[in-house]
Antibody, heavy 120, light 109 residues
Framework: QMQLVESGGGVVQPGRSLRLSCAASGFTLSNYAMHWVRQAPGKGLEWVALISFDGGNEYYADSVKGRFTVSRDNSKNTLYLQMNSLRVEDTAVYYC?????????????WGQGTLVTVSS | SYELTQPPSVSVSPGQTARITCSGDALPKKYAYWYQQKSGQAPVLVIYEDTKRPSGIPERFSGSSSGTMATLTISGAQVEDEADYYCYSTDSSNHHTGVFGTGTKVTVL
């Protein structure tokens, strides 16, 4: 059974860094592009980043471009999100998601999320 | 930046039909996807490529798209369908960049 499990969330001060991980199981990670999406408390969903199946291409929302980096280690079945220069407005639940393929990139399956709180 | 607009809320009685719209300039060229998010849970894909339903999603969920508007229809809404619903698509000029709609709270009572 396919599963995605995020970890690495926590409380961090503004300006500091944090790295999230997403462990994949039940499918071959190297066959799929992967996404990160976030949801601020009480707010809607915000797409954050996409990485191609082999890690060769990365794409970001304007709100995180230059501060966040998505990467993957297919040999470890793990996706990462390195978050630098964190801001209070980055406070959110962060979800990783498996791309569904087809004509448009989209999330087919989601993890349960990990909460990141940026606060002094 | 590209935006997808949804009504903030929709209310229906059990057994009635709920329709949720999603408006975006690129929708004539790009597919719409729909996600259901129940309170405290991760989102679940309920419609993909405008009209297709993933396995395990009840037949009462259907999708359509015409021009700049996509629509999610819940025919014969059940109490368990009460949730937030989000449309999703990509910008016509950058198909790698995802965009979620503003979200619609569906109340069934």
């Amino acid at each position: 059974q396919m599963q995605l499990v995020e970890s690495g969330g926590g409380v961090v001060q503004p300006g500091r860094s944090l790295r999230l991980s997403c462990a994949a199981s039940g499918f071959t990670l190297s066959n799929y592009a992967m996404h990160w999406v976030r949801q601020a408390p009480g707010k809607g969903l915000e797409w954050v980043a996409l990485i191609s199946f082999d890690g060769g291409n990365e794409y970001y929302a304007d709100s995180v471009k230059g501060r966040f980096t998505v990467s993957r280690d297919n040999s470890k079945n793990t996706l990462y999100l390195q978050m630098n220069s964190l801001r209070v407005e980055d406070t959110a639940v962060y979800y990783c998601g498996k791309d569904g393929g087809g004509p448009n990139y989209h999330l087919e399956s989601w993890g349960q999320g990990t909460l990141v709180t940026v606060s002094s | 930046s590209y935006e997808l607009t949804q009504p903030p809320s929709v209310s229906v009685s059990p057994g009635q039909t709920a329709r949720i719209t999603c408006s975006g300039d690129a929708l004539p060229k790009k597919y719409a996807y729909w996600y259901q998010q129940k309170s405290g849970q991760a989102p679940v894909l309920v419609i993909y490529e405008d009209t297709k339903r993933p396995s395990g999603i009840p037949e009462r969920f259907s999708g359509s798209s015409s021009g700049t508007m996509a629509t999610l229809t819940i025919s014969g809404a059940q109490v368990e369908d009460e949730a937030d619903y989000y449309c999703y698509s990509t910008d016509s000029s950058n198909h790698h960049t995802g965009v979620f709609g503003t979200g619609t709270k569906v109340t069934v009572l």
